[in-house]
């Protein structure tokens, strides 16, 4: 990721990785507090708040913050 953010920056271009969270799927089971619709939500919250400067950053999406690598 940190190789992508680099070449992307240059085509002015933001990446980030984004945690969808524990998601109520066939993967994540019917025991996971988030549903589809919920996630997606969240991460379209973040992805409108990015800038230039979260190029290359790790975000748990609920929360909106960036985690440490």
Same mark, same amino acid.
């Given at each position: 990721?940190?190789?992508? !953010?680099?070449? !992307? $920056?240059?085509?002015?271009? /933001? /990446?980030?990785?984004? @945690?969808?969270? %524990?998601?109520?799927? @066939?993967? #994540? #089971?019917?025991? +996971? *507090?988030?549903? *589809? +619709?919920?996630?997606? !939500? !969240?991460?379209?919250?973040?992805? @409108?708040?990015? /800038?230039? $400067?979260?190029?290359?950053?790790?975000?748990?999406?609920?929360?909106? $913050?960036? +985690?440490? %690598?």
């Amino acid at each position: 990721m940190h190789s992508l !953010a680099a070449e !992307a $920056r240059r085509h002015r271009i /933001t /990446t980030v990785l984004l @945690d969808p969270g %524990w998601v109520s799927t @066939d993967m #994540g #089971g019917p025991e +996971a *507090p988030v549903t *589809p +619709a919920q996630s997606v !939500a !969240a991460m379209i919250r973040v992805i @409108d708040g990015l /800038t230039a $400067r979260h190029n290359g950053g790790f975000f748990i999406t609920r929360e909106g $913050r960036e +985690a440490p %690598w």
